[in-house]
């Protein structure tokens, strides 16, 4: 087994060496998406996207897999509890990409997003936090989340994303009556949508660059062999990520725990994307008194590493402002392409936290 550990933020001169498997990041900003193929109940904005070349296969842009249409949607981020009593959680199978970040007192959170597939509901819904705009800016899409301190909320709106909030009276949330509060709040996907509100980029641009098909991306084409990663967000989470070769994913553990779905599927992710970042703890704290930390990714850069198909390649990565989406880059500088399917990104406190390929 070999340990990955978090490091020191690298310089341009460390950008361009060459990376070895010890724990590094990096990514390329994606174009546009071609205009949609069909329509939602929301009216949304088309304008910003040009017809195809006839001659390239349309691709979902969160995911990278073949389609013969693209839905006529925004993206559409919903943050998600992951503290015990949260769990199981409904509709994180669904997501194109998922986001893991740690939240005050070690515990973590999801920012899940959805496009190419969308659940019916999603469980629990919680509160925004402040790398949350960051995550979601790229998208130029919506937000929905319980509630939040207001300077959370504002930094949210701020990057030109829209909020749909429960606490403010929003349609689309409910209570469940089997769970406690505030781990039950379930929401509505088709009707967050039918918020949107005309003014999101519709497809979303994409996040990351991906390969033509499966096998062909950076990890499995110029990486190493790797059967696990195992994340150390903090000391209450454990995050383990373990190869099956008949699915061709990884499945997630919490801890030695199955991470499964309310219907009991497990969890599972195509690309497993685990970036060293810088946590700071903010100005604010909770209603226990815990400060409110967060993680720094705007004009920063870092190391990590990309999973894929059975194998690992170290990246890394950078971010040149909020509305930028993360740039990775493997060994050599040239962009990193993740495998077609959905992605797991794992933001790994640099210090503090570690993980350790197995």
């Not at 999603?122 to 949350?132: G, I, L, Q």
């Not at 009556?177 to 781990?183: L, Q, V």
């Not at 980029?201 to 110029?222: I, L, N, R």
């Not at 995050?239 to 991470?259: I, Q």
């Amino acid at each position: 087994m070999t340990r990955w550990t978090t490091a020191v933020r690298a310089t341009g001169a460390a950008m361009a060496t060459a990376l070895v498997l010890t724990g590094c990041g990096g990514g390329t900003r994606a174009e546009a998406m071609p205009a949609p193929t069909t329509t939602v109940a929301a009216e949304v904005r088309t304008d910003r996207s040009a017809p195809p070349d006839p001659d390239v296969p349309l691709v979902w842009p969160l995911t990278g897999v073949r389609t013969e249409k693209i839905a006529a949607r925004p993206a559409v981020s919903v943050k998600i509890e992951n503290a015990t009593a949260a769990r199981p959680q409904r509709g994180l199978n669904e997501a194109d990409i998922v986001w893991e970040e740690v939240v005050e007192g070690g515990i973590t959170r999801f920012v899940a997003t959805y496009h190419s597939k969308l659940p019916e509901a999603v469980e629990p819904v919680r509160s925004v936090r402040p790398m949350d705009p960051a995550i979601v800016a790229p998208l130029d899409g919506i937000l929905v989340f319980s509630g939040g301190q207001g300077p959370f909320i504002k930094a949210t709106k701020r990057v030109g994303t829209q909020t749909i909030i429960m606490d403010d009276g929003d349609p689309g949330f409910r209570r469940d009556p089997a769970r406690e509060a505030p781990h039950n709040v379930i929401g509505t996907m088709s009707t967050f949508l039918e918020q949107a509100d005309g003014e999101r980029t519709t497809p979303p641009p994409a996040q990351f660059e991906y390969a033509a098909k499966p096998g062909q991306g950076s990890a499995p084409q110029a990486g190493r062999y790797v059967r696990s990663v195992d994340v150390r967000l903090s000391s209450l989470q454990r995050t383990v990520w373990l190869w099956d070769r008949e699915s061709k994913r990884y499945l997630r553990s919490e801890g030695t725990t199955k991470s499964v779905s309310a219907d009991g599927r497990r969890h599972g992710a195509r690309n497993v994307l685990v970036l060293s970042t810088e946590v700071v703890n903010t100005k604010f704290v909770d209603p226990a008194g815990a400060p409110v930390p967060e993680h720094k990714l705007a004009k920063r850069d870092g190391k990590g590493v990309l999973l894929s198909m059975g194998h690992a390649i170290s990246v890394r990565w950078s971010k040149k402002s909020l509305n930028a989406p993360i740039v990775l880059k493997v060994p050599g500088g040239r962009t990193a392409e993740l495998d077609p399917g959905n992605t797991w990104v794992e933001l790994v406190p640099r210090g503090k936290g570690s993980w350790e390929l197995g």
